[in-house]
Structures are given as C-alpha cells and as structure tokens.
C-alpha cells in the first residue's frame, strides 16, 4: 500500500490531498501539453484541463477533448492508471471500508440494559441455545448472549434476542454484560475458548459457570479453569443412544434424556403418512412449527450432528431433537 496505515480521519486528508496534488500537476501538465505539442490553443486554460483530469481519472473520458500526439496519448494513460489506482487501490480501503465498518459496528449491541440483575449469560450462539432461550423466555427468567459472529449478532437483532458483540473472553465484553449482577454463565464455545471464558468469569466474581464441552476428556481441565458444572451434550446424545439400544421400544418422550432442566433430547423416527417426508429440515420449518430443535439425523445408518437446512428427511431417516415436553409432543405428532 502507498500510505502507511493510518487513523481513519487522517487517512481521509491525506487521500483528498493527494487527489487535490494529482489533479493540480496534471492540469499543469495538460495545459502545457494542449499548447505547446498539440497544438490546441483552445483547451490550453485551467476550467478544460481539471474537466479533462477528472474524466480521464475516473476513465469517464467523454472524447470532446482529446491530446492526439503520442506523448500526450502517454500522458493520457497514465492519468488512467494513476486514477484507477486512486479509486480502487486507495479510496476503497482507506476511506470507504472503514467507514462501512465503524458503520456496522457502530449498530452492533455491546453493552446490556443497566437494569438487568439476575440474569443468565450465554457465551456463544447455536442450536442448544435456541432451545434453552425458549425455556429461560416461558419461564420469566432474563438472559443475553454474548457472541462474537456479526452475522448472527445481525440475526439474533432481526429477533429481538437480547445480545451484546464481542468475545466472552474478554474482561471488558463480561463487565458489558453485567456479569457482577448476573446469576449464572454458560460457556459454549470451543473447549479452548471456554476455558478462557471460565477463567475470565472467575476474576470477577464466584458467579455459577456452567461450561458445554465438545470433547469429554476436556471436562476436567475445564473444572480445574473453575467451572461449577461441565456438561457434555455428545455424552449426553450417547447415553440416549445406549437407552434405546438396550430397549428399542421405549417411549419416545418418556425415556427422553434430560439435558438441562425442562429441556430433553429425543429421537424421532418417521413414520410412512409423515408430513415431514420428502421436505428439507429448512422448508419443513419444524422450529417454526413445533419450537424444538433437531440437533441431528440419522442418515444411511450413521448420525450427523448439525445438520444443513437442505438435508431431505427420508422416510428411512431418524430425527434426533432438543426442546420441552410440549414442544416434542408437537414435534412427534408431525412425524407420524
């Protein structure tokens, strides 16, 4: 880049400044150009030669005034070149991305209503959580999430979640949220980033944290970071699984696995008059509908966590879902 970096209102003057040079020198230059080797008296006066700089730069270039000779066709591309690189090499990261930027960050939540107390912090946004706000939201209790994605702050806004950007790691994010007041912190993030969160947590306060483990044998080290309570959802889906291996017809909602409190993980197989057979997970809009989660499919004979919006369910497939009580009743009822 020609300009080192710089603050974002000074990267604006110097780049106005050296337009401003550019345009001056070339002018000049036009002007000698215009009369002294093209022969063309009539366009040799400042008024003709900006209008032809700042057509040429911006390669405009409307050809009511034209430098025939070879050095002033020289001239001219080089004019282009240097303008081309002046709006697309230099305007755009220097002036135009950073205000996009600051734009977009500038509507970015970051600091929690004042008045919120007792409230839950969720350090991570994913498909659990969409369970788990349906509970905390039917049952009173207030809650943020704390997420460092733009696009899903962006989303969890369109839905008027309670959210703040930034990383949960970050002491500064965790005072944003309140967290002297706050009643308990859920970690679920990555098992590396939880345990930063854990431990940030734990230099402000002896808050209850709670920390969602992907690999099981990270449990412990996240309890020596000070978690109060380490929860493993595969662990969990895998002693479903072992439940319906040692009795196969056990009922799908009471022989469900407890996962949080009220919140239970069940799997769902189709039956031949489902409605659901032959939609995506996305067109289905079984969320919409029923306001469990399904957290993964059995497909081909293996289980797939996260599934994709346009994986088709099957008549052969096997729906394996998060939610209340009510919200797997009604979730049952459309696979059958």
């Not at 000074?10 to 022969?39: C, E, G, P, Q």
């Not at 939201?137 to 997420?147: A, L, N």
């Not at 912190?185 to 854990?198: F, L, Q, R, S, Y």
């Not at 439940?243 to 022989?255: E, H």
Request: glycine content about 6%; some cysteine; charged content about 20%.
């Amino acid at each position: 880049m020609i300009f080192p970096k710089l603050g974002s209102r000074k990267s604006i003057v110097v780049y106005a400044a050296t337009v401003v040079i550019l345009t001056i020198i070339y002018s000049l230059i036009f002007i000698y150009l215009a009369r002294v080797v093209d022969h063309q008296p009539e366009h040799a006066d400042l008024i003709t030669a900006i209008y032809w700089v700042i057509s040429s730069m911006t390669t405009v270039g409307y050809g009511d005034v034209v430098l025939t000779s070879n050095v002033g066709k020289i001239f001219s591309v080089l004019v282009q070149i240097s303008g081309v690189v002046m709006i697309f090499g230099l305007l755009f990261p220097l002036v135009i991305t950073p205000w996009l930027e600051r734009t977009i960050k500038i509507t970015m939540p970051t600091q929690a209503p004042e008045d919120m107390t007792d409230h839950i912090i969720i350090c991570g946004y994913n498909r659990l959580v969409e369970t788990l706000i349906d509970e905390l939201k039917d049952h009173g209790i207030s809650f943020i999430i704390v997420e460092d994605d733009e696009h899903l702050i962006h989303e969890l806004v369109e839905k008027h979640i309670p959210c703040i950007f930034g990383s949960a790691s970050d002491e500064k994010v965790l005072e944003n949220a309140n967290i002297d007041t706050a009643r308990i912190v859920i970690a679920n993030d990555t098992d590396e980033e939880n345990a930063n969160i854990v431990l940030t947590a734990r230099e402000f306060t002896d808050v209850e944290v709670i920390a969602i483990v992907e690999d099981a044998s990270n449990a412990k080290y996240l309890k020596y970071a000070g978690a109060s309570r380490v929860l493993s959802p595969k662990s969990l889906i895998g002693r479903f699984i072992g439940k319906k291996a040692v009795d196969p017809f056990v009922n799908r909602l009471t022989g469900a696995t407890e996962f949080f409190e009220g919140v239970s993980i069940v799997e769902f197989p189709l039956y031949p008059k489902s409605q659901l057979i032959g939609n995506t997970l996305g067109t289905s809009a079984i969320r919409e509908r029923t306001g469990a989660n399904v957290v993964g499919i059995w497909k081909s004979g293996s289980l797939s966590f996260n599934p994709h919006a346009g994986d088709i369910i099957k008549d052969n497939s096997v729906l394996l879902a998060i939610g209340t009580t009510d919200q797997l009743s009604e979730l049952k009822k459309l696979t059958r």
